[in-house]
């Protein structure tokens, strides 16, 4: 059996003055419970199950299908909040368990494998991930004695002015062996200053059973940072907002000015892509080389291929191809897909679609549950009308057409190859391969009309 993981994301987070659970507090976007599992799963962890607490709806909902749950009805501290996936651990006799916090998100693969290499070489039945910070404040200390051995793990409330000295700290990671941690579990006790069953006990209840713990530093002290209030959830975002930025420039991107720059660590983006301000690229993105996105462009779970340009921008879930220029001001919502070469203009929508290479969407235009070749031109104001009310229908357009301006088309509709359609047509029937359709009333003109109705009086100028 593969190793586990338990995630502890009970916590209400007080001092966040949320409603929602602290786990779900975002780092650049993407909630801490998240860049937890990632971390978990990418050091080959492979069953993972999260102690929910506060509004354990909301993780239950967001872990669905992801990872197993187990509810702290009560939230009488983090050795309780472990004693709830008793059973969970039980099922896991035989192999190590990971303990997470929630609210530590630089927590790294890495360093959890590190950690368990440590662990497993040293044959410890539990082994903490420590590191030595500059403000250690809140954080438990990590006490060893003279020959530097490990020796107790002392939380803040607990701790005498010596101790609070110590800049070693426990990062709230640590292996056990799944078997001794059933044990210890059973010999915690509540006796300190908050009435909480601390996890961090375990160290001592171990060492005075003769048992072997470890506590591994880690190289990178960042990874044992948490977030307990807004503050330091701030401090947290900028960290790891500089570290992004500072490891794309080294790899060829620019950002020269990196106000309102937020891109997530797990962004690629290719050589002399230059990044301008306010641009925000959240997860799951990858852009291509030599690329100009931004300003003020918001990207999420996007691919952009090379040489394009996305100015005042908002993509979610779409792919845009090679050289094609989005904006000013496009929205390309889920399932757009964006041909080599091809544009997208000021005040353009696409959902749904794809459209081909080279293709011309330039202004105030809405292309919805569509399929639109390469080579096609759309007028200013054209709308592929894809929703009746009831059920939503596509628009077929057809390579080199000409779609008029003001044209709406009623889906489902086809426009042939080559076809054209009349400025201000309200297409409802197929347009053939070639042909040109008109479908407006035709024009007349009342000779003298206004002389005699006199319908509307100008102001003087
Ligand atoms: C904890 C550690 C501390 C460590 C720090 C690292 C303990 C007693 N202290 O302190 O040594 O330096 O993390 O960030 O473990 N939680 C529950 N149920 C509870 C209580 C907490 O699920 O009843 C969850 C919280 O949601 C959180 C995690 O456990 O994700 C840690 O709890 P928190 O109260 O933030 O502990 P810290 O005071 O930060
Ligand atoms: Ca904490």
Redesign the pocket.
Known sequence: MKNCAI???????TRMKSSK???MAEILFRPMIDRVMDAALGAGVEDICV????RADILDEHLKGRAETVH?A????????VMQAADFIKEHSGVNVLIL????PFIDSKTIADALEYHTANRFVQTVISAKIDNPF????IVRDKNESFKA?V??ASADCKTKKIKE????AMWFDCDTLTELLGLLTNDNSKG??????TVSIALGKGLKVGAFAADNADA???A?TRIQLAELNELLRKKVMTELMTEGVSVPCSDGVMIDDDAEIGADTVILPGTIIKHGCKIGKNCVIGPNTVLFDTTVGDNCTLNSVQAESAVIHDNASIGPFAHLRPGAEIGESSHCGNFTEVKNSKIGHHTSVSHLTYVGDSDVGNGVNFGCGCVTVNFNGKNKNRCVIGDDAFIGCNTNLIAPVTVGDRAFTAAGSTVTDDVPADALAIARERQTNKEGWVTDKKPYRPKKY
């Open positions: 995630i502890l994301a009970g916590g209400e987070g659970p602290k786990a102690v929910t607490g506060y702290q009560e939230r009488l501290g983090t050795g309780h909040a916090n929630g609210d530590a809140g954080y438990g200390r793990i939380e803040e700290i426990n990062s709230g909480e069953y601390y996890i961090t006990d044992v940072l948490g307990n």
